[in-house]
Structures are given as C-alpha cells and as structure tokens.
C-alpha cells in the first residue's frame, strides 16, 4: 500500500498551481473565484502563510512562493477540495498578477557581475551554509593539495577540456505523495508520505509549525522509489499547511507533469579540467573548476557541489591537485541530491581524461588506471586512509572477464555500424551520521525488527532483516520488520549515501546482539547452566553444547521473560559512524567544505557499443561491472542494485536530459522525457561482486547503491571514441551528437 492507496474518513484532495514565469514579482492575488467553487474548502497563497523558510542546506525557499517567483512551476498557491477535480478546476480560478523580471538560466553567466538577482537576501538566510554576500551564489567549495601550479612543468603530457552533463529526472515510479491529518484538539499532526527519512520531515514540520516534534508523527508506507528526489522536503510542507487550514485530512498527490516541473532533478554541471602525467604514466597533476546548476533554490546543493569537487580526484593517486567549485543559483527547477550526489559529474570528466592521456601516451587505458589506483594505505582527499585500495581488483576483474584485449583488438562487425569498448572505474562512500535499531523477542518467537531506515525499493527491509536473523540463527520468516514512524521507530538520518546496510546494518547487529545476550541469560537459568555453555541452535533454539537434548524454543524463553520476569526481551543499539577528520596540514579546504567522508568502497565498468554510422544511434552491447562490496548479505539484491544502477547511468549517458525554453520545461512527461526501456539496455549486465569484508561494517559488507552510476557515462564515451575516433564532451550522447562528432 502507498500513500495515494490510503482513504480516511472526511479526507479532502490537495492541488498546487505553479507559476509560469521564470522570474517575476508578485504583486497580487485573487482567490474570491475559486473560494466561492463548490466543494473548495481552503485556498491559500504565500501571503496567507507566515513567511517562513525552510531548506536542508539553506533556510531559502518558502513553502508557497512570497514576493516573487524564481522558477517556472514554482508552487504559488494550492487548493484542498473534496475531490481531484473540483481541486483542479480551483486552481484556473485564482488570478495573479505578476510583474516580469530578468532572468537568468545559465550557472556561469549566474555569476556575472551585471545577473538578475535571484536571492536578495542570501545574507540574511540561516541554515547550515554560511552567508555569502551575493545573491546568486549558494556555496563554494575548494581544495588544495601540493603545488599544482610548478607540477606542470613536470608533465610530459598535458590533457585539457570542458565538459557538460545534464539535467536528469529521477523518475521513480511513483510521484510525490503526503497525505496529512491534523488534529486540532491536541495540536498533533500526522503525516503519511513517500520519504526517504521520516525524521527528517518529522523535525522540518515541526520546525515551521513551532511545535514540538512528539507533536508531528510522519509514517512512510511502502514507498515506489526515490533515488534522491524524495530526500529531505518534498509536498509535505503544502499538504501540511493546508490540512492545518482546513482543520480536515488532505492528500495531495502530484501528477507526473507537476513532479516533473516543481520537484528536482540532478545537478546539470560543467566542468574545466586539466590533467598532466609523466611519459611512463604517472599521474602528476590535476585541477578542475566546477559549476552546478542548483536552479531556483539550493536544496542539498551545497552538500553535492562539495563531494563533486572532493572526487573530481578520482580514484587516483595524484599528488598536486586543486579543485574549485561553484553552486549557483538560477531561474530553473531546483536540483538536489540523486544516485551518487554530485560524483557522476566529476567522474565523467576525470574518467575521460584518463582516457586521453592513455591514448596521447599510447597506453592501455586499464593499464593506466591499474598504474594510478588508489591500494590499500593510500591517503583519499584530506589524508583520510584507504582501508580497501580495491580498485586494482576490480579492475582486473572487469579485463579479465570481458576479455578485453581481445575484444579492442576485434573490430568487425556488420555493415553500417562501428563497435568500440570502453572503461571506467570510479570511487564512492558509505556510512555517515547516525542511526538506532531495536530487536524485540514475541511470544510466538518471531522478532521484530525496527529502524526508522525506508526502504525505497533497494531491498534494505530484506538486508536488514537477514543481518539480525544471522546474529540471531533464525531463518528469515521469522523475522518481521516494522513499517518506519517516528512515534516508534529509533532515529535513522535517512535513506541515502549508500549507508542504510552499512549504518543501519551496525545498528542492527549491535542490537541483535544485545537481544541474544538475554536471550542466553533467561536460556541459561532456565536450563540452569552457565550462558558461556549455551549455543544458538536453527530454528528458534537455544541449547547447551554437546547435549543435543537440552535445548529451548524461543517461544519458551519469551514467554518466562514477558510472564514471568515482567518484560518482553528487546534488544537496542544506537550508532554514530565517526569518519577520520580531514588532515588541514594536507589539504587546504576553502568555502563549504566537508571535514570528514565515511567509508570508501571501489568499483570498475567495461563497456562495449555499437554505433550506426547512418544515425549516430548508440548501442550498448554488453557490460562488465565489479564492485567491491565488502560482504554481499543479499547477493541478489546487490547484482540488482549495480544492473539497475548502471541502467540509470546508461539514461544519463544517452538519451535523459530535461530541456528548457527560457526556463520553461518542454519535456515534462514520460511521453517526451525518454528513460531507457527493455530495447536500450544489453542482453547482458554482468554484475561481479568482490568481496573484501570491511572490518567495520555488518558481517564485513559496505555500500553499493549509489557507484554504479558513477561509471556509466564516462565508460559509455570512452566507448564511443574508440569506435568512432572523436571524442563527445557534452551528455547525454545522442545520435545528432554522436553524429555531429563523427563528421
């Protein structure tokens, strides 16, 4: 059941009316006409609502747009009424008035000294990113290691490009839903909504509301994916605020086209990058600037923008490196976090810079990489160790298992096409913040496992669950796991970072441990032996060693602790994930900046293509990934999240982007926004999980959601230029693209 699924009693239908200019200056509002509709029972607008701002980053957007609009499709008002239709047709019936400004959709020309403002007041916004006096700027990042500038005259070759990627929707199945209930008599709000932390919401909401949070309980139902788009904010702020208004339950589900045109989408980049080596291939030197498209309001933008900038390094040693990099402000949609935050843009001009030294030095390009990798003792950006330099690994795995220097040795194939393969290799972390679990013994002698962690269709429910019936010697049907709601679920940050197995797994195994330490205590005084003498045996058993006979059900030793001792047996365990700070002797660090990353973890793609001479269209053949993953607790589910993974990448690489004309939004559906379908993807993905367990990780495993897409672009360009012979620096690669290159 999702929340559109979920009916209450006296439950109204929310809509939200969008704004259809790019910049503009509100100078009034007429609602008289849609209050007066039939079955309409609130309307609001901005100047109804008290001003206040709300952002994970920046205190910057409002819940419904005050004083000016700064993006096509901003929300300026909603509308609850008895039905979806009658909500609709509300929305024609409210008359603005606008005064245009002018705008500005390009990041660079955003900081211009002559840009339209967009933010006039991003000295007075609170939040976590400092104050910066200027109104187009959300953050800057910067990093510095050795001295890139004399480095350069050790090069022997010195590679050197722009690079642009774009736009992407997240495009999960299930579009942006909350449905709120308001209880006016007790004060206390609850919500139901697809999220990727209930937490997080719960703490925003009750933020804006002046509450506290006991007093605002967000539920997160089975949840139709989220990839990011679905992290921090979403439609909650205006369905709260209208279930408040209306003293009554509003649902408010948007439409494909209202996700599309209000929500976010990835950060579209571009990126100046210089790469110098020595002849033998050493990689010597690196510096890149960055710009990030963050639109209209900054979202997590800055929070990207910083881990771009520190992975713009790649998974390389190079000793003299120095990033720069912007998060601007413009009149376009918002962007925010999506699968792999920031590092599929750096990783696709770093990954095709490997490539061109390669090929000016007359170099493998696996050799290259092999002779650059990051191994274990190594130091990342900002001295931090790698624990698990597995990218040689993964590497050799991927040549290994596509045959590599056969398949670039072979050319032939039918008429009319070109074939070329391509490589990749990419860096990522895990962990980070932190999380609780609780493991409750029934007396039927399942368990009940709690998190607060969303599954968003990764299979984290599964995972999860299997990490506490190994520490426990259960099988998995007898594990139950517990819907998240923060009136009963331990805090979890959220869904995302590739950290739920990682953080919540620690979480998790620590408190199944706790709850088989009194498993064994009861186990022990029941069967009147010492618990070092006892042993989890399968099935729900405890028994003494070496005396097959002697043994206990869990059932039994439930119901002696909920009868007899006077409570139920529940293990507990909260977990902060401590990362090693960053090193300021080593790397000097400018404007916002991490000071600390979590756990590293390693994986390498191998591409092969075809490419139609006639029509530039791309075909992928086949693809080779390996990831490192420490442990796989579920194979499957970790095969899947790489395949899926990479399929999302291949989108990116070739045919998503969104388009806009002057800040409109002229493919918002999924009629003119192609994702890839069953004829783009290859026969075959083969997924190659290494494993080297992390040491402090559950049961050794480490994260994996998020690195596949690092890989795909720059494997899928590197395989472009060598069938074709011309390189493509702007994605998506589409036929008119790869055609324009080819002639």
């Known amino acids: 059941m999702y929340t559109d699924d979920i009916v209450v009693p006296r439950m109204l239908y929310g809509a939200v009316l969008g704004s259809d200019y790019a910049h503009a200056r509100i100078l009034s509002y007429d609602t008289t006409a849609a209050e007066a509709l039939p079955g309409v029972k609130v309307v609001l607008t901005g100047a109804k609502l008290d001003g206040k701002l709300y952002g994970k980053c920046i205190e910057d957007e409002p819940i419904l747009a005050t004083g000016k609009v700064r993006y096509v499709g901003e929300p300026v008002a909603a509308v609850a009424a008895v039905d979806r239709a009658t909500a609709k047709q509300a929305l024609q019936l409210i008359e603005i008035q606008y005064e245009e400004l002018p705008a500005v959709f390009d990041a660079e020309e955003a900081l211009a000294a002559d840009a339209p403002p967009i933010h006039e007041d991003r000295m007075r916004y609170g939040g976590r990113v400092p104050p910066l006096d200027n109104p187009n700027l959300a953050s800057s990042t910067g990093f510095q290691e050795g001295d890139v500038e004399a480095a350069w005259a050790q090069c022997d070759v010195i590679v050197e490009d722009t690079y642009e990627t774009p736009a992407q929707q997240h495009m999960y199945l299930e579009p942006c839903s909350t449905l709120a209930v308001y209880d006016r008599a007790a004060d206390q709000l609850t919500l139901w909504t697809a999220t990727q932390g209930v937490f997080i919401v719960q703490y925003a909401i009750a933020k804006w509301l002046g509450l506290p949070m006991s007093k605002v309980r967000v539920i997160a139902p089975y949840i139709g994916g989220a990839f990011g788009g679905k992290g921090g904010l979403t439609n909650q702020p205006i369905a709260a605020a209208l279930a408040v208004a209306a003293a009554a339950p509003v649902k408010l589900t948007y439409s494909r086209e209202d996700d599309m045109t209000m929500m976010k989408s990835r950060h579209p980049s571009r990126i100046y990058m210089r790469t110098g080596a020595k002849q033998d291939g050493t990689l010597v030197a690196r510096e890149a600037r960055i710009y990030l498209n963050t639109g209209a309001y900054a979202d997590e933008g800055p929070f990207v923008n910083a881990i771009a900038a520190g992975f713009s390094r790649g998974p390389y040693r190079i000793p003299n490196f120095k990033t720069e990099a912007w998060c601007v402000y413009t009149n376009r949609l918002k962007a925010g976090g999506m699968r792999g935050f920031g590092v599929p843009q750096a990783n696709y001009a770093s990954e095709l810079q490997l490539d061109a030294i390669a090929n000016k030095l007359g170099l493998d390009p696996i050799e290259l990489r092999m002779k650059n990798a990051l191994v274990t003792g190594d130091k990342f950006l900002g001295g931090q160790n790698v624990d698990h330099g597995t990218v040689i690994g993964c590497l050799e795995a991927v ?50 496992v709690n998190t607060g962690a969303v599954d968003v269709g990764q299979g984290s429910d599964t995972a999860l669950s299997q990490l506490a019936a190994g520490v426990l010697g259960v099988s998995l049907d007898q594990i139950k796991y517990a819907a998240p709601d923060t009136d009963f679920s331990p805090y979890n940050h959220q869904t995302g970072g590739s950290r739920t197995t990682y953080t919540v797994g620690v979480a998790v195994e620590r408190a199944s441990e706790h709850a088989r330490d009194q498993i064994f205590e009861h186990a022990g005084e029941m069967l009147e032996c010492s618990v070092d003498d006892l042993e989890l045996r399968p099935g729900g058993l405890v028994g003494v060693k070496g005396v097959p006979a002697k043994q206990l059900p869990f059932t039994a030793i439930a119901k002696r602790a909920l009868f007899n001792v006077g409570g139920p047996i529940m293990g507990t365990a909260n977990w902060v994930y401590e990362a090693e700070k960053f090193d300021p002797k080593r790397t000097l660090t400018a404007g916002f900046a991490p000071n600390a990353v979590g756990v590293f973890y390693f994986a390498a793609l191998v591409v092969e293509v075809d490419v139609d001479e006639a029509t530039g269209k791309v075909e992928i053949v086949e693809a080779w990934s390996a990831h490192d993953v420490g442990r796989a607790i579920n194979p499957g589910a970790v095969a899947g999240q790489i395949q899926g993974g990479l399929v999302q990448g291949f989108g990116l690489a070739l045919i998503e982007e969104l388009l806009w004309d002057e800040g409109r939004l002229v493919n918002p559906s999924m009629m003119d926004y192609k994702v890839p379908g069953a004829m783009d993807v290859p026969y075959e993905i083969h997924a190659i999980i290494l494993e080297d367990p992390e040491k402090t990780g559950p049961f050794g495993a480490r994260g994996v959601g998020e690195i596949p897409v690092n890989l795909a672009a720059p494997a899928i360009c590197n395989a472009i230029e060598d069938a074709i012979g011309a390189k493509l620096t702007t994605i998506p690669a589409t036929g008119e693209r790869v055609l324009r290159a080819m002639l």
Request: glycine fraction near 12%; include cysteine.
């Open 399 to 448: 040549r290994q298992a596509s045959n590599w220097e056969t398949r670039r040795a072979k050319r032939a194939v039918q008429p009319g096409k070109r074939r070329g393969i391509g490589v990749a290799s990419a860096a990522h972390v895990c962990a980070m913040n932190g999380a609780g679990a609780t493991i409750k013994l029934n007396e039927d002698g399942t368990l009940t």
